[in-house]
Every structure is written in structure tokens, then in C-alpha cells.
């Protein structure tokens, strides 16, 4: 499976950005997608992820202001940031997990930047 993210960029607190992450190849069997987040010298943090039946979940930091949506067909996964804050810098990442395996596959990363 490789995943590909786009959307990441520059904006001001209080602005929104939509990100994307489109996957392909063996992706039959994904169930959960995800959005993870870094930042340098920080652990990866889990943001938020969908399940196949459109079960979702977030970090509490994001929850009211975060919407993580999927398109089946498409084989993508979206992440709706709206009123964002500094301290939502960081590189996003997309996964999706086979169900089959158990394996989590991890796209390329975005950076998403806001400033004050």
C-alpha cells in the first residue's frame, strides 16, 4: 500500500487547511486510516482515525475543531482543521492498517504551519 498526503502549508492562527491522503495499491483489506502528527523532537501523535464503517476518534486537542472524513471508493482520507493554533505545527502523517495483517502502512508526510 503506499499513501500519498497533500494539503500541508502556511497559514495564520484561526485559519483552516484540508488535508488529503490517497492510497493505492493492495487496498482491499485496509480498515482504520489515521492522522498522526510530529513535530521535531516530540513523539508522533495519534490525531485522529476513521474506521471502515466511519467510526471515528480524536485527541483531545483537536476534538470540536478537527474532522477526519474518508472516501471508500476513492481510497482516501481527509483532515478537516479548522480554527487552528500554533501549537498545531507539526508534519502530518496518514497510515492505514490491513486488517488482514495487522500491518500499518505510513505515508510521506506533510508539513502543516501556522503562525500567530
Known amino acids: 500500500v503506499q499513501l500519498q498526503a497533500s494539503g500541508g502549508g502556511l497559514v495564520q492562527a484561526g485559519g483552516s487547511l484540508r488535508l488529503s491522503c490517497a492510497a493505492s495499491g493492495s487496498t482491499a483489506s485496509i480498515n482504520r486510516m489515521a492522522w498522526y502528527r510530529q513535530v521535531p523532537g516530540k513523539q508522533r501523535e495519534l490525531v485522529a482515525f476513521i474506521t471502515s464503517d466511519g467510526t471515528t476518534n480524536y485527541a483531545d486537542s483537536v476534538k470540536g475543531r478537527f474532522t477526519i472524513s474518508r472516501d471508500n471508493a476513492k481510497n482516501s482520507v481527509y483532515l478537516q482543521m479548522n480554527s487552528l493554533k500554533p501549537e498545531d505545527t507539526a508534519v502530518y502523517y496518514c497510515?492505514?492498517?490491513?486488517?488482514?495483517?495487522?500491518?500499518?502502512?505510513w505515508g510521506q508526510g506533510t508539513k502543516v504551519t501556522v503562525s500567530s
Open positions: 497510515t492505514a492498517r490491513n486488517s488482514n495483517s495487522g500491518r500499518t502502512y
